[in-house]
Every structure is written in structure tokens, then in C-alpha cells.
């Protein structure tokens, strides 16, 4: 099987129809998308494959054939932050953080269709991500701080 991640391509031995969040954590290493419920419901898995916001929970490593981007390669080689990580930390989102990686991979699909999304845009594109510690007002506040930067204002 071979899957690109974050610009880099893999080959290895998987059973084929290894759901891709397995393939991603426990063969390559990848642990930024996070198992929540397994079934397609809490969003924590969230993975970017041809920009859409997909939950890596519910799809066969197989079937994928395009770039996935994860939370891990969402920053500069340099290390500096994508504007929607930066926009996260600068609104202190996170508290327990489980959801975090799903929620701004979410986000960084959502600014990409809609850079300058409303609030009911907003609600609408992140209301499938949950979290538990009810981070949403700061979600919120974040995404619209993110979508400021990458528009320059
Ligand atoms: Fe704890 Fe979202 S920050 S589940």
C-alpha cells in the first residue's frame, strides 16, 4: 500500500481494508489525528484529503489515492505556525486539547473554501467536530481571528 502524508509517500503491508486512522497512527507514526469514537461522530480523527475535511476513522487506507495533510505537517519546516494554529493559541483554545488537532484541521478546509466565513458558517462547517470541554465560543473566536490574518487585515 502506498499513501503520500504531509508530502512525504509511504509503502508498507496492511490489511486492506485497515481503516486509514489506523494505518496513519499505528504504522507511520503519525499521531496527530486522535481516535474519539471510531464511527465517524466526534471528528477527532480529522484529516485534509483533496481540501475536504474527512474523518480518517471511516475510510480503508486503500481506497485513498490523493495527498493526506494532518495536523502534523500543518506548520512551516521552520517551524512556523499555519495562521490557524497560530490564531489557536493566540485565543488559548485548548483545554484538555484532545479534540484540538481535528477541530483546527477542520477549521484550515473550512478557510480554504471560505476565507471569510460567518458565524453560521462557521457553526455549520465545525458543528461535526465535538469537544467535550465545550472550547466552542474560543473555536469560534479563533477561526475568525485565523481568517483575519490570511486575508491581511
Ligand atoms: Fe477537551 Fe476539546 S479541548 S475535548
Not at 500543518?74 to 489557536?88: E, F, I, R, S
Not at 474560543?138 to 475568525?144: E, Q
Request: aromatic share 4%; charged share 20%.
Amino acid at each position: 500500500m502506498n499513501l503520500t502524508v504531509n508530502g512525504k509517500v509511504y509503502s508498507f503491508e496492511a490489511e486492506p481494508d485497515m481503516p486509514l486512522l489506523w494505518a496513519l497512527r499505528d504504522i507511520l507514526d503519525i499521531k496527530g489525528p486522535k481516535f474519539g469514537c471510531g464511527a465517524g461522530l466526534c471528528g477527532a480523527c480529522t484529516v485534509i484529503i483533496d481540501g475536504q475535511a474527512v474523518r480518517s476513522c471511516q475510510i480503508p487506507a486503500a481506497d485513498v489515492t490523493s495527498e493526506i495533510r494532518t495536523i502534523d505537517g500543518l506548520a512551516n519546516n521552520d517551524g512556523t505556525l499555519h495562521p490557524v494554529q497560530q490564531a489557536w493559541m493566540d485565543e488559548q483554545v485548548a483545554q484538555c486539547g484532545y479534540c484540538q488537532a481535528g477541530q483546527i484541521m477542520n477549521a484550515v478546509a473550512l478557510l480554504e473554501t471560505n476565507p471569510q466565513p460567518s458565524d453560521a458558517d462557521i457553526d455549520g462547517a465545525m458543528a461535526g467536530n465535538l469537544c467535550r470541554c465545550g472550547t466552542y465560543p474560543r473555536i469560534r473566536a479563533a477561526i475568525k481571528r485565523a481568517a483575519n490574518e490570511m486575508a491581511g487585515t
